[in-house]
């Protein structure tokens, strides 16, 4: 692989470990370059200039070099903009990069994805409705990793959702009408209510819940999501 220098490019820390003794291997989520690993050296020293500044949820703009499969990070600016975020916003923030991290390919550019992520950071920081921002970002990743069926019509006839009808969401195959084993039931209502991105009805949010949580569990092979068990125990408490 070439060579290359990227410079002032939009990009989120989605994930950091170390690596050797001072370094770091940062999962980078770019909004032209997609998701790719980058190696920050020396990020552990005391004196390093990355030192506060591989923040989680925070935009910046990073420069990076190489050609292998792991590249160098060369320098990162903070641009501020988004509140730091805490409690049950913050563990959400945790569960947007954990999918990205799951379900997006490394190098596979998205940058309308890129500004939706930002999009559900503002909203998080800004104390929106959790299950609204969630949502919204859960099937707009579905929808650009091509996961998502179309929702506004059959797809066992062609015929359009009607909104006072039930249907079935079959994964593999979309919306059909009738009982179908293996799919998930839901209301033409819903169906049209997402087709068209409203995620503000609060009567419907069960069914989006289902639905994206289907769909996510099926793309995931079975994997279990850390950030929704820590959800989970962090609610109980």
Same mark, same amino acid.
């Given at each position: 692989? #070439?060579?290359?220098?990227?410079?002032?490019? =939009?990009?989120?820390?989605?994930? *950091?470990? =170390?690596?050797?003794?001072?370094? @770091?291997?940062?999962? @980078?989520?770019? +909004?032209?370059?997609? &998701?790719?690993?980058?190696? #920050?050296?020396?990020? /552990? +020293?005391? *004196?390093? #200039?990355? /030192?506060?500044?591989?923040?989680?949820?925070? =935009?910046?703009?990073?420069?990076?070099?190489?050609?292998?499969?792991?590249? *160098?990070?060369?320098?990162?600016?903070?641009?501020?903009?988004? =509140?730091?975020?805490?409690? &049950?916003?913050l563990l959400s923030a945790y569960y947007l990069n954990e999918l990205l991290v799951q379900l997006m390919p490394r190098e596979d550019a998205h940058p309308a994805l890129f500004d939706d992520y930002l999009a559900a950071l503002k909203a998080l920081a800004a104390g929106g409705r959790l299950e609204s921002v969630l949502r919204r970002f859960e099937f707009a990743l579905l929808a650009a990793m091509g996961y998502l069926p179309r929702l506004d019509l059959r797809a066992d006839t062609g015929e359009p959702v009607r909104e006072d009808e039930r249907y079935i969401l079959i994964i593999d195959e979309g919306v059909v009408s009738g009982r179908r084993a293996g799919g998930v039931p839901v209301s033409g209502g819903a169906l049209l209510q997402l087709a068209r991105g409203d995620y503000s009805d609060a009567g419907r949010q069960a069914e989006f819940k289902q639905l994206s949580r289907t769909l996510i569990s099926h793309h995931l092979g079975g994997k279990e999501l850390q950030s929704r068990r820590v959800f989970t125990e962090f609610a109980e408490l």
């Open positions: 692989m #070439a060579r290359q220098r990227i410079e002032q490019q =939009p990009a989120f820390v989605l994930h *950091t470990q =170390p690596w050797r003794e001072t370094s @770091l291997i940062v999962e @980078l989520f770019s +909004r032209d370059h997609g &998701r790719l690993p980058l190696v #920050a050296k020396g990020a /552990r +020293r005391p *004196t390093s #200039a990355f /030192r506060g500044a591989l923040m989680g949820f925070q =935009p910046l703009l990073a420069d990076w070099s190489g050609g292998g499969a792991v590249r *160098t990070l060369a320098r990162v600016e903070w641009q501020g903009g988004i =509140p730091l975020l805490g409690g &049950r916003a």
